[in-house]
């Protein structure tokens, strides 16, 4: 982080910068296969954020949408100012990055296109209209997926944070459906067998320790998610303040193809869960989810964007160790 604030400063070389970046990724994947997981990811240590990846190269205006958070701090996403949409930087080169230091299968994380749509201004851009932007993001979006299956990733992960935020702007449904609508346009050229690796991440937000939209109904947003054309979804659940209900409404929407992970590791939480309470959290969504389709994983990123020091690596990393170990013993007892 002293490092990317350096290079920003021009106070760094674009060179050392490098260096430092392949230090925190080597020493992140060291760390996440010491806690024995199955599959690693790359932390995003080399990226701005985990939305604004692929943003480099174009045209940008400071001024885009402003994304309010519980305790009264703010994100703001840049506005495109001028056409066309390009992805300047594809999650395939990180995932490459990462398979340098690790046999281990990797996890690839890649930001939803609807997330990015929220990039085009309200006013418009001048000879450039919102059904000409969409088609280009669409194709960026299904070669960013494509880029990542292509390199090796055991899976790839959709972040869609805003799902859950959408129906706080828009409580009717309207805004959910048209985000679900558009991932699915990206999805539309993969097989079902690829589909299966495909996975929706979705939570309330996790910035220096606050929510985005906590306040909003899971109840409201599941159905409508489960539309959504992938195999795998990673919901936040530890976080929730009533887990058996939100698994019994996970149980109506679930259907044959899919497999839920559930989160059992609240990372904003600055208590460190022990592997017994990962075991009940395992344990009380077995009880109602069937075991076949049922994993685990944590609610939120533990710092998704590049400035967020609310949570120390070495809490993070005893967090996961504690997910995996208390898998591991809830599989013993399920006899799985």
Do not use: W
């Not at 869960?273 to 959290?281: G, I, L, S």
């Amino acid at each position: 982080m002293q490092a990317l604030g350096a290079f920003q400063a021009s106070e760094l070389s674009a060179e050392t910068l490098a260096e430092e970046q392949a230090s925190a990724l080597r020493d992140t994947i060291e760390r996440l296969e010491q806690t024995g997981s199955p599959v690693i990811s790359d932390g995003e240590q080399t990226k701005p954020s985990f939305a604004t990846y692929p943003l480099a190269g174009l045209a940008l205006a400071p001024d885009g949408v402003v994304i309010p958070f519980a305790d009264g701090h703010t994100r703001q996403l840049p506005r495109l100012a001028a056409a066309p949409f390009r992805y300047g930087i594809h999650a395939a080169g990180y995932l490459k990055a990462a398979k340098a230091y690790s046999t281990l299968p990797i996890k690839q994380a890649v930001i939803s296109a609807s997330a990015m749509s929220l990039l085009y201004p309200a006013d418009g851009i001048a000879g450039y209209p919102r059904e000409a932007f969409i088609a280009d993001l669409v194709a960026g979006a299904a070669e960013d997926i494509r880029g990542a299956l292509d390199a090796g990733a055991a899976n790839v992960q959709i972040d869609f944070t805003e799902a859950r935020l959408s129906l706080k702007l828009d409580p009717s449904g309207g805004l959910l459906r048209s985000f679900v609508a558009l991932n699915n346009a990206v999805l539309e050229g993969f097989t079902a067998e690829e589909r299966k690796k495909i996975g929706v991440h979705v939570c309330p937000g996790g910035d220096h320790d606050s929510t985005h939209s906590a306040d909003v109904d899971y109840a409201a947003l599941l159905p409508e998610l489960f539309q959504m054309n992938v195999g795998r979804f990673y919901l936040q659940m530890a976080s929730e303040p009533d887990r058996k209900r939100v698994l019994g409404v996970v149980k109506q929407v679930l259907q044959p193809q899919h497999i839920v992970f559930v989160g059992v590791i609240d990372p904003i939480n600055p208590q460190i869960e022990t592997p017994n309470e990962v075991r009940d959290r395992v344990l009380e969504a077995a009880a109602v989810l069937p075991v076949a389709q049922l994993g685990t994983t944590d609610d939120c990123g533990f710092s998704p964007f590049a400035d967020d020091t609310s949570t120390a690596r070495e809490t993070a990393f005893s967090k996961i160790r504690a997910r995996v170990e208390g898998t591991e013993m809830a599989a013993r007892e399920l006899g799985v």
